[in-house]
C-alpha cells in the first residue's frame, strides 16, 4: 500500500476498501463494531443500525464534494439529500429525520450558496424529512474547493436488509445504470463544452430519492430481499463485489439485459471507461429469492421503474469463488473485474 493519500483511496473501490479496512475497522475490537444487536462496522454496509425496543434506528452519514456544483439534472443539494436518503432506505428503513453540516470557502457566492439549500430543502420537503440540526463552517479561501456538504439521514426499521446475497438469488435493477457518472465524467475530463450531448438533454444526472421505489418494496418483499445497495462510486461492479468478494458464491451477468443508455455507454467507451464501474444516483440493485424476482420486477414496473430488469444471477462456485463474470453481447464469458484506480474523481 501506497505511504500517501491517492484519489483512487476515495473512489470506493479496492483501495479503498483496504485503507479502511487498515486504518479504521481492524483497529476495532469487535465487540465495538456494533451496539447490542444492531449492525456497524461488522456490516460494512451504508449504514448501521442500533435496535430499541421492537425496531431500529437506521443512520448513514456522507460528504459530498463533487465537482462541478451545478450539473445537469441535479446540484450538490439534492445529491447530499438524495445521497443519505438512499443509504437509509437500502437498509430497509423509512427515513423520518437529517441533520447536515456545510463548510464553504470564504469568497463563495451566497446566491450559488442559497441555490444549493434550496435544492437540499425542497428535497427533504418533499419527502417529509425532517432536518433537526447541524453546522455551519467557513474557511479561508484556498483551503478548500467552493463547498462540502456532509448529511446524515436517520430511518426507523421493523426488519434490516443486510447484504447477503444467496446462491440462486436473482439480480435486479431499478433503472438505467451510470448516468450520474457519465454527466460528471464530461465535466471532470473537460468534454462538456467540447460537445452538445448535455445540451440536448441526451445525457442527464439520475440524481434522486428512491423513497417511491423502496417503501412499497419494503413493505410487500423485505423479507424476499436478500440485499440492496444503490451503486454509487464504484458502479455496479462495486457493489456487486462488495457482496462476493469474502463468499464462494460467483455472480453471473448477462451484459444484453443490463439496461444503460445508449450517450452513456458511447461516450463511457469513447473514454475507455467501462459503464458498469460508473456511477448511479437514482438506481438500485437488489438480490432477490428467485420465487419472487419475475413478480418483483413486474411491482417495480408498476411503481413506475419501467425500464427494471433481471440482470443476473448468484451461484456457488467454488473455482471461482468471489468473482463476477459477465456473458458478453458476443457470447463469451470474462471476468468483471473489481474497481481500482482513479476512475472519475469528485463523483458525489
Not at 429525520?97 to 464553504?104: G, L, T, Y
Not at 413493505?219 to 463485489?241: K, M, N
Request: charged share 25%; net charge negative.
Amino acid at each position: 500500500m501506497s505511504d500517501f493519500i491517492k484519489l483512487s483511496h476515495g473512489s470506493g473501490g479496492v483501495e479503498m476498501r483496504e485503507l479502511l479496512m487498515k486504518l479504521i475497522v481492524n483497529r476495532v475490537e469487535d465487540k465495538l463494531k456494533r451496539y447490542g444487536d444492531g449492525v456497524g462496522l461488522d456490516v460494512l454496509d451504508d449504514g448501521a443500525a442500533i435496535r430499541v425496543g421492537g425496531k431500529y434506528i437506521v443512520v448513514s452519514t456522507d460528504s459530498y464534494t463533487v465537482k462541478p456544483l451545478f450539473f445537469p439534472g441535479g446540484d450538490l443539494g439534492v445529491l447530499a439529500a438524495a445521497g443519505s436518503i438512499n443509504d437509509v432506505l437500502m437498509m430497509g428503513a423509512v427515513p423520518v429525520a437529517m441533520m447536515d453540516s456545510i463548510i464553504v470557502e470564504e469568497g463563495f457566492s451566497i446566491s450559488d450558496l442559497e441555490r444549493i439549500i434550496e435544492s437540499f430543502l425542497r428535497v427533504l420537503k418533499e419527502e417529509n424529512i425532517a432536518l433537526i440540526g447541524g453546522d455551519f463552517k467557513v474557511m479561508p479561501r484556498g483551503e478548500i474547493d467552493g463547498v462540502v456538504m456532509n448529511t446524515t439521514a436517520i430511518g426507523l426499521a421493523d426488519r434490516l436488509i443486510i447484504d447477503k446475497p444467496a446462491p440462486g438469488d436473482k439480480i435486479i435493477v431499478s433503472d438505467y445504470l451510470g448516468d450520474h457518472g457519465a454527466v460528471i465524467m464530461m465535466y471532470r475530463l473537460g468534454l462538456a463544452q467540447k460537445t452538445d450531448i448535455l445540451e440536448k438533454s441526451l445525457l442527464r444526472s439520475d440524481v434522486k430519492s428512491l423513497t417511491k421505489l423502496m417503501i412499497p418494496l419494503i413493505e410487500r418483499y423485505g423479507e424476499y430481499i436478500h440485499a440492496a445497495r444503490d451503486p454509487t462510486r464504484g458502479g455496479l461492479a462495486g457493489v456487486l463485489y462488495e457482496w462476493i468478494s469474502e463468499t464462494r458464491n460467483i455472480i453471473l451477468l448477462r451484459e444484453e439485459d443490463i439496461p444503460i443508455r445508449e450517450p452513456v455507454r458511447r461516450y463511457s467507451e469513447m473514454l475507455g471507461i467501462d459503464p458498469l464501474y460508473l456511477a448511479s444516483e437514482g438506481a438500485a440493485v437488489f438480490s432477490v429469492d428467485p420465487s419472487i424476482a419475475d413478480e418483483l420486477v413486474s411491482f417495480i414496473h408498476s411503481l413506475g421503474f419501467r425500464n427494471a430488469k433481471i440482470i443476473g444471477e448468484v451461484k456457488e462456485s467454488s473455482r471461482l469463488s468471489g468473482k463476477v463474470i459477465l456473458e458478453t453481447v458476443a457470447g463469451g464469458l470474462r471476468i468483471l473485474d473489481p474497481p481500482r484506480g482513479e476512475i472519475v474523481p469528485r463523483i458525489c
